[in-house]
């Protein structure tokens, strides 16, 4: 079935810090992927996305690459911010859509 | 435009209580879910609803029952409520339900079953 793994947290950085939280993936067929944020107390939102392979989602400072080959989306930023202090969420979704699948979540915190 | 609303924010219930999860969106989209999230889980699928006037089970339905009372609401009940179902729920809602649409949560609510 479908599934998605992603690296344990906490991930604990200073602030400027390059950021890479990995993301890999087992599906069937061809899903969209998609990382969500979640602030404290707050609801999941989206980040970014992509639709097929090779496609770059990108949005705030944040990028990932879908990878087919190697069955990633990992998450990069180059500089984080105390801002960026969150849970980070990768997900795919499959035709039909609806059975959108999570990862576990990876919590970063940015220190000043 | 507020999005996705859920009601209650907080609710502690005794075990074998009943209560019943509020949730609209304001955004005409005709899918929404209702999830579950457990530390160091992810966010489970417990029913969603691809339109009005069908509602079908994800992941983890047993305990539960939904309602889509109409394209804007989407209710969760539990009818007896047990220890295992303290969770925090999350109500989301997507244009179509493709698989390349994005879907918008509500702020969540969290339960307590004492």
């Known amino acids: 079935g479908n599934s998605v793994t992603q690296m344990e947290g906490p991930v604990t950085l200073s602030e400027e810090a390059f950021l890479t939280i990995n993301c890999t993936y087992t599906?069937?067929?061809?899903?969209?992927l998609f990382w969500y944020v979640q602030y404290p107390g707050e609801g999941l939102q989206l980040l970014l996305k992509?639709?097929?392979?090779?496609d770059k989602g990108s949005n705030k400072g944040f990028e990932a690459t879908y990878r087919k080959e190697t069955t990633s989306f990992h998450l990069e930023k180059g500089s984080v911010q105390v801002s960026d202090s969150a849970v980070y969420f990768c997900?795919?979704?499959?035709?039909?859509?609806?059975?959108?699948?999570f990862g576990a979540g990876t919590r970063l915190f940015v220190k000043a | 435009n507020a999005g996705v609303t859920q009601t209650p924010k907080f609710q502690v219930l005794k075990t074998g209580q009943s209560m019943t999860l509020q949730c609209a969106q304001d955004?005409?989209?005709?899918?929404m879910y209702w999830y579950r999230q457990d530390p160091g889980m992810g966010l489970r699928l417990i029913y969603y609803?691809?339109?009005?006037?069908?509602?079908d089970k994800g992941e983890v339905p047993n305990g539960y029952n939904v309602s889509r009372l109409n394209k804007r609401e989407f209710s969760l009940r539990l009818e007896s409520a047990a220890p295992s179902q303290t969770s925090v729920y999350f109500c989301?809602?997507?244009?179509?339900?493709?698989?390349?649409?994005?879907?918008?949560f509500g702020p969540g609510t969290r339960l307590t079953v004492l």
């Open positions: 989301a809602s997507s244009r179509q339900g493709e698989k390349s649409d994005t879907q918008y």
């Open positions: 599906a069937t067929g061809y899903p969209s």
């Open positions: 992509a639709t097929k392979a090779d």
């Open positions: 997900a795919l979704s499959n035709p039909g859509g609806f059975k959108t699948i």
């Open positions: 955004m005409n989209h005709n899918s």
């Open positions: 609803s691809a339109s009005e006037g069908t509602t």
